[in-house]
């Protein structure tokens, strides 16, 4: 072979790699920055598809706050609170201000990191601001038929 040619591969090589090398460090930031949501329901037992959150995963959660679940640290800005759909109740942690709308029985999402299970703590918590609105997520996840729970005889007991 040439140099001239040897020096054109070279050269195409190199680019082939630098795009690719490109492409592939985008789709990684991309997916780093990609929230999912999820209900309840789906946190627990997992979506449709089978898919999962894992631990350390960012996320959005969606639902109603259950009544009188809501317990505020006197100390600081810290509230945890249950949230629930038609399944099983996933506890959120938050520190901060939460929105003037918030209240136990109202429809909310927190876009947070699952720290366990069946918790999540809230980087941001957003309130639906009247009666008749609903996000569209939760709407479309409330409308779909969740297939009734199937409770172990340990888990009726209350312990898991």
Known sequence: MNPRRKKRLGLALALVFGVGATIGLVLYALNQNMDLFYTPTELV??????TKP???QSLRIGGMVVSDSVERDPESL???FRVADIGPEVTVEFEGILPDLFREGQGIVAQGVLV???TVF???VLAKHDEEYMPPEIAEAMNKGHKPLE???QQKQGSY
């Open 45 to 50: 037992n997992g979506k449709p598809d089978g």
């Open 54 to 56: 894992e631990v350390g």
């Open 78 to 80: 810290k509230v945890s």
């Open 116 to 118: 366990d299970e069946r």
């Open 122 to 124: 809230a980087s941001e």
């Open 151 to 153: 409770y172990t005889e």
